[in-house]
C-alpha cells in the first residue's frame, strides 16, 4: 500500500467552478501536511501547510485536514486559467521526510 | 540568485555512464534534499543534508547513487553506471532550517538514459 494515494486525474473545469483535490494516506503518525503546485516543467511550489486538523484558508485556497480520517483536501475557488497546474499533496512524519502523492492534474477552461 | 538553481536543465546519457547533477540552494539555507519524479508518480525522497550533521541517505536506491554538499553550499547528486530506469526528473529543494520551513525547490534536471 502506498503511503500516500491520490487521483491524478486530469480534472477539467471551466473558469470560476470551486476545483476539489483529495489525497488519503496510511500513516497515523504522520503530522506535516501540505500541497504544492507544479507548472508544467517547473518546480513544485508550495501553496498550503499544516499540521493540525481543521481548515486552513489563503486567499482561493483552502485546506482540510481530517486525521481522525486520513485524509486532506485542498479548494480552490473561482479557479482560474492560471491555476491549470498539477497539484501535489504531501504528508510526513517531519518535514524533510515528505511522502508525496502522484499529483492530479488540473485544466481550468477559459 | 533569488531561487534554488539546478544545472543541467537537461540531459541525456548513455546506459552505463556517469553523471553529476548540480544544486545552488538559496543563500542562507542550511537544509537541502534530493528528491525524484518519475513520469506519472509522487517526488521519491533521497537524500537530506543539514547543516555539519550526517546526511540522511536512507533514499538512496542503490550504492550507485552519492550525494556530496560542500558546506552550506553546492551539492552534487552523482549517479554511476546509469540504468534506463534511472530516467526521471531530478529536483533539489532547500530551506532555512530543517525544521518547520517550506521546502523551495529548483526546476530540475530531466534525465534520460538511452
Known amino acids: 500500500q502506498k503511503e500516500v494515494e491520490q487521483d491524478p486525474g486530469p480534472l477539467s473545469v471551466p473558469e470560476g467552478a470551486i476545483v476539489s483535490l483529495n489525497c488519503t494516506y496510511s500513516?497515523?503518525?504522520?503530522?506535516?501536511f501540505m500541497w504544492y503546485r507544479q507548472y508544467s516543467r517547473k518546480g513544485p511550489e508550495l501553496l498550503m501547510y499544516?499540521?493540525?486538523?481543521g481548515n486552513k484558508e489563503d486567499g482561493r485556497f483552502t485546506a482540510q485536514v481530517d486525521k481522525s480520517s486520513k485524509y486532506i483536501s485542498l479548494f480552490i475557488r473561482d479557479s482560474q486559467p492560471s491555476d491549470s497546474a498539477t497539484y501535489l499533496c504531501a504528508v510526513g512524519e517531519n518535514d524533510y521526510k515528505l511522502s508525496f502523492g502522484a499529483g492530479t492534474t488540473v485544466t481550468v477552461r477559459a | 540568485g533569488a531561487g534554488v538553481s539546478q544545472s543541467p536543465s537537461n540531459k541525456v546519457t548513455e546506459k552505463g555512464k556517469d553523471v553529476e547533477l548540480r544544486c545552488d540552494p538559496i543563500?542562507?539555507?542550511?537544509?537541502l534534499y534530493w528528491y525524484r519524479q518519475r513520469l506519472g508518480q509522487g517526488l521519491e525522497f533521497l537524500i537530506y543534508?543539514?547543516?555539519?550533521?550526517?546526511?540522511?541517505k536512507s533514499g538512496l536506491p542503490s550504492d550507485r547513487f552519492s550525494a556530496e554538499r560542500t558546506g552550506e553550499s553546492v551539492s552534487t547528486l552523482t549517479i554511476q553506471r546509469t540504468q534506463q530506469e534511472d530516467s526521471a526528473v531530478y529536483l533539489c529543494?532547500?530551506?532555512?532550517?530543517?525544521?518547520?520551513?517550506?521546502?523551495?525547490f529548483g526546476n530540475g534536471t530531466r534525465l534520460t538514459v538511452t
Open positions: 499544516t499540521y493540525s486538523s
Open positions: 500513516n497515523s503518525a504522520f503530522q506535516y
Open positions: 543563500s542562507g539555507h542550511t537544509a
Open positions: 543534508f543539514q547543516g555539519n550533521s550526517a546526511p540522511d
Open positions: 529543494a532547500s530551506s532555512r532550517t530543517g525544521f518547520g520551513s517550506p521546502l523551495h
